[in-house]
Nanobody
Framework: QVQLVESGGGLVQAGGSLRLSCAAS????????MGWFRQAPGKERALVAA????????YYPIAVKGRFTISRDNVKNTVFLQMNTLKPEDTAVYYC?????????????????WGQGTQVTVSS
């Protein structure tokens, strides 16, 4: 019933931009914090952005801060990740995930629901 469906991934050149979207259904979207994670081959899945259920608070690790922006539309039940100035090291499968409000959304275990992922490849 609960589904998170990512879209917007693709192949871009270094320095380019992509906007990822994640459409949520089957859950009270406005009651969930949302996160974007990425996983490169052989590496752990890591949080790259998170946004509180209301959209009032965001988090970014240093690696992407200033380049990535997370946002959400609680009317359309969609969360976005705007990625600018992309680097080859940003290459990964990107996943959106939903965490019930009130949990520590900095950790993967907080997230109950996950999308299928969308591939982002940044070429040199």
């Amino acid at each position: 019933q609960v589904q998170l469906v990512e879209s917007g991934g693709g192949l871009v050149q270094a320095g380019g931009s992509l906007r990822l979207s994640c459409a949520a259904s089957g859950l009270p979207f406005s009651m969930y914090d949302m996160g974007w994670f990425r996983q490169a081959p052989g590496k752990e899945r890591a949080l790259v952005a998170a946004i509180a259920s209301s959209g009032g608070t965001t988090y970014y690790p240093i690696a992407v801060k200033g380049r990535f922006t997370i946002s959400r539309d609680n009317v359309k039940n969609t969360v976005f990740l705007q990625m600018n100035t992309l680097k080859p090291e940003d290459t990964a499968v990107y996943y959106c995930a939903a965490a019930p409000r009130g949990r520590n959304y900095f950790t993967k275990v907080a997230y109950d629901y996950w999308g299928q992922g969308t591939q982002v490849t940044v070429s040199s």
